[in-house]
Nanobody
């Protein structure tokens, strides 16, 4: 299995930027597809990005397309979510999640989850 730890959250003004990191330990990091999710109070969890095991395929939700960039460095067992032009509606707890690659999954079906990091965007 893999353990995931997010970092990089914080308080930022609208229009600002943050870079979230997801550090992994355990099994070979390149064995996993990764997803970034967020959940705001009173709202359902939303997948905002997903990246294949080698970074060759990346998905973005429409709500963040053009503003967020997902990447990974398998040599460093790390993944990143660069968030630019942040908006108050981006305020949420952000989670990194992982699943073994090449599985037959639903879009939000991930086995391993980090503890989350809070992102707050003030207007």
């Amino acid at each position: 299995q893999v353990q995931l730890v997010e970092s990089g959250g914080g308080l930022v003004q609208a229009g600002g930027s943050l870079r979230l990191s997801c550090a992994a330990s355990g099994r070979t990091f390149s064995s996993y597809e990764l997803g970034w999710f967020r959940q705001a109070p009173g709202k359902e969890r939303e997948r905002v990005a997903a990246i294949s095991w080698n970074g060759g395929s990346i998905y973005y939700a429409d709500s963040v397309k053009g503003r967020f960039t997902s990447s990974r460095d398998n040599a460093k067992n790390s993944a990143y979510l660069q968030m630019n032009n942040l908006k108050p509606e981006d305020t949420a707890v952000y989670y990194c999640a992982a699943r073994i690659r090449y599985g037959n999954y639903g879009p939000n079906e991930y086995r391993y989850w980090g503890q989350g990091t809070q992102v707050t965007v003030s207007s």
